[in-house]
T-cell receptor
Framework: AQSVTQLDSQVPVFEEAPVELRCNYS??????LFWYVQYPNQGLQLLLK??????LVKGINGFEAEFNKSQTSFHLRKPSVHISDTAEYFC?????????????FGKGTHLIIQP | DTEVTQTPKHLVMGMTNKKSLKCEQH?????MYWYKQKAKKPPELMFV???????INESVPSRFSPECPNSSLLNLHLHALQPEDSALYLC????????????????FGAGSRLTVL
């Protein structure tokens, strides 16, 4: 079975500063990794995904993440945040293979942008 | 159309009521999911339908009854719920890659916020 740990439940950052949201995974097999964002009172929106290939993945809204197999990490970064980035961010993992078995989510990181 | 549409957005029901949540997608996805999300918690998987057949039931109480009438629709029938069932219910869909490697990238709806009195 696979699992995800988001190391910070809350991250306060000043506007226009860089941010990194940390995610570590645990799995005995190779996995696919995702970051989703949830704005208040909304559903989840896919920010980016790592399936294979280049370990640096670029997503929407200026976010990127780097897959590090040796450190079993998939940290999310943005060089300059905006007030509109205030949201809950979830790291998630799924196992490769056919069929549909959903995603396993981390507990989430609340990103708070301070003016 | 790249959306998953959920109705209603808000639902208030008593413990003796029967109601349903509905989910629709027109992306040609053949897997559909129900997740439950409590406040300040991650989504928890409830049910998965693959090619209109129930493939995963995460030990959900029988007061929740899923239904997948066709490849575009997913319902969640609610009966005799408890106040602790109050939550945001999220529907998602994904492609299914039969017989080999592939990622199920989930597209989520905006959710139905349920309050049980």
């Amino acid at each position: 079975a696979q699992s995800v740990t988001q190391l910070d439940s809350q991250v306060p950052v000043f506007e226009e500063a860089p941010v990194e949201l940390r995610c570590n995974y645990s799995s005995s097999v190779s996995v696919y990794l995702f970051w989703y964002v949830q704005y208040p009172n909304q559903g989840l929106q896919l920010l980016l995904k790592y399936l294979s290939g280049s370990t640096l993945v670029k997503g929407i809204n200026g976010f990127e993440a780097e897959f590090n197999k040796s450190q079993t990490s998939f940290h999310l970064r943005k060089p300059s945040v905006h007030i509109s980035d205030t949201a809950e961010y979830f790291c998630a993992v799924s196992r490769p293979g056919g069929g549909a078995d959903g995603l396993t989510f981390g507990k989430g990181t609340h990103l708070i942008i301070q003016p | 159309d790249t959306e998953v549409t959920q109705t209603p957005k808000h639902l208030v029901m008593g413990m003796t009521n029967k109601k349903s949540l509905k989910c629709e997608q027109h992306m040609g996805h053949r897997a559909m999911y129900w997740y439950k999300q409590k406040a300040k918690k991650p989504p928890e998987l409830m049910f998965v339908y693959s090619y209109e057949k129930l493939s995963i039931n995460e030990s959900v109480p029988s007061r929740f009854s899923p239904e997948c009438p066709n490849s575009s629709l997913l319902n969640l029938h609610l009966h005799a719920l408890q106040p602790e069932d109050s939550a945001l219910y999220l529907c998602a869909s994904s492609q299914v890659r039969k017989g080999g490697a592939g990622a199920n990238v989930l597209t989520f709806g905006a959710g139905s916020r349920l309050t049980v009195l």
